[in-house]
């Protein structure tokens, strides 16, 4: 017997969206997640009469050994020739990656730097349901533990300074720099109590680290008077939709903040990178490039207090023009 032209209208819708599925997962696993690009913003966070600094912030590498094309990529970056460079952790995402994070930061690790880690470099990704990426679990499943002691090796070997759970002092192409860090607040590791108390009023920059940009922990950044806070995790939400934006931010901040700077608070700017990888089980985006950010900092008009939103474009590293 014939179908009926309902059911043969159903049929036909249903797979032209099986069809559109499939070709979106398709763009976002093979083109989109290799696409990288290089965002470039200007943030007014420095005290008055600073000089401006150039700042790379590179975050959410989840590297494997065998991701050349990212290697490749991020290697050229240090063609910018950033005064500093700021990593804000989940640099792993295989327990025989280390040398392939070292080697694509290359020359980078030249330049100073500064660091926290993330939940990815103490352990390893697990296949996960989406469905759960989505409602914001509070159970956490942590994977195989990765080798993240030999990467902080390599970090501070080559003069990149460790953030985690305290204060640093560095001179950066003539700017004082205060910075202090806290450990991956997704899974609990921060002990903000460790680091707290005004930052130094007589310096540059303030400067905040953390990997996910938990509010309670910007917060208390912002209390002790730090100008910029940098953090990464969120991937920008690494599903995003046309005229919606980042589904989730897979962390208490907004979606509006999901990625690149903004304010927090009357004094205090944020900056979230979108990151550079995605989980080897969870291998798309979609309306959501990875990236790097060259961000260049300036003085504010006011020493912090200027609340106006920060410059933001997007274009290719100077290495791929």
């Not at 912030?57 to 989840?62: G, K, T």
């Not at 296949?127 to 499943?141: I, M, S």
């Not at 806070?229 to 962390?251: E, R, S």
Request: proline content about 8%.
């Amino acid at each position: 017997m014939a179908a009926s032209p309902a059911l043969r209208s159903t049929v036909v819708a249903a797979s032209a969206a099986f069809g559109s599925v499939a070709l979106a997962v398709g763009y976002g696993a093979g083109i989109e997640r290799n696409a990288f690009v290089l965002r470039e913003a200007t943030m007014p966070v420095l005290s008055p009469g600073s000089s401006p600094l150039r700042v790379l912030h590179i975050s959410d590498l989840h590297m494997r050994p065998n991701q050349r094309r990212k290697q490749a990529w991020v290697r050229e970056l240090a063609g910018l020739k950033p005064d500093l460079v700021v990593n804000t952790g989940d640099n792993l995402a295989h327990p025989k990656a280390v040398p392939a994070v070292v080697q694509a930061l290359g020359d980078l690790l030249s330049v100073p730097g500064v660091f926290v880690f993330g939940s990815n470099d103490y352990f390893g990704p697990r296949l996960k349901n989406p469905a759960k990426y989505l409602t914001k679990p509070t159970h956490r499943v942590y994977g195989t533990p990765l080798p993240w002691q030999d990467l902080r090796a390599a970090f501070t070997e080559r003069g990149w300074l460790d953030l985690t759970h305290t204060h640093r002092e560095l001179d950066v192409a003539g700017q004082r720099i205060v910075a202090a860090g806290v450990d991956d607040p997704h899974i609990g590791r921060d002990r903000y109590d460790t680091i707290a108390g005004p930052a130094d009023p007589t310096a540059n920059l303030r400067l905040g680290l953390t990997h996910s940009p938990e509010p309670r922990v910007l917060d208390r950044f912002a209390a002790d008077g730090y100008q910029l806070v940098m953090a990464g995790h969120t991937h920008g939400g690494q599903l995003c939709l046309p005229f919606y934006g980042a589904l989730v931010t897979n962390c208490g901040l907004d979606r509006s903040r999901v990625k690149g700077p903004s304010q927090w608070g009357a004094h205090t700017r944020l900056h979230v990178s979108a990151g550079l990888g995605t989980s080897p089980f969870a291998p798309v985006r979609f309306c959501c490039r990875p990236e790097a950010s060259l961000l260049t900092l300036v003085a504010a008009p006011t020493g912090g207090d200027d609340a106006r939103t920060a410059q933001d474009s997007s274009q290719p590293p100077v290495s791929a023009l």
